[in-house]
Nanobody, 124 residues
Framework: VQLVESGGGLVQAGGSLRLSCAAS????????IAWFRQAPGKERERVSC????????YYGESVEGRFTISSDKAENTVYLQMNSLKDEDTAVYYC??????????????????WGQGTQVTVSS
């Protein structure tokens, strides 16, 4: 299994970025994909997750209404559209894959596969 993130960069506050997570070696029919982030000196934070097989989506409170997660099964890629970016969104963003667990919030899945991360820096 390989997860490769891309799309990070430097953006001004209020701007937008779209992150991509290209997955290989797994099927979105069996795995959920989640985005996490970690800023220096802070704990890892759950950003969003998607269970493509059933369409379940969850967002962390700090990004609700600003970020949108989506998946393209044909491309085996999950996207994170980030709008109205704030300074506090600055972090390394990681995508991760965990086996789907029926009737359970995908934030609670056991995420065992991780990408290398992509840096997002928001300047004010």
């Amino acid at each position: 299994v390989q997860l490769v993130e891309s799309g990070g960069g430097l953006v001004q506050a209020g701007g937008s970025l779209r992150l991509s997570c290209a997955a290989s070696g797994l099927s979105f029919d069996d795995y959920a994909i989640a985005w996490f982030r970690q800023a220096p000196g802070k704990e890892r934070e759950r950003v969003s997750c998607i269970v493509s097989s059933v369409g379940d989506i969850y967002y962390g409170e700090s990004v609700e209404g600003r970020f949108t997660i989506s998946s393209d099964k044909a491309e085996n890629t999950v996207y994170l559209q980030m709008n109205s970016l704030k300074d506090e969104d600055t972090a390394v963003y990681y995508c991760s894959a965990g086996e789907e667990e029926a009737l359970r919030n995908c934030f609670l899945y056991d995420y065992v596969f991780w990408g290398q991360g992509t840096q997002v820096t928001v300047s004010s």
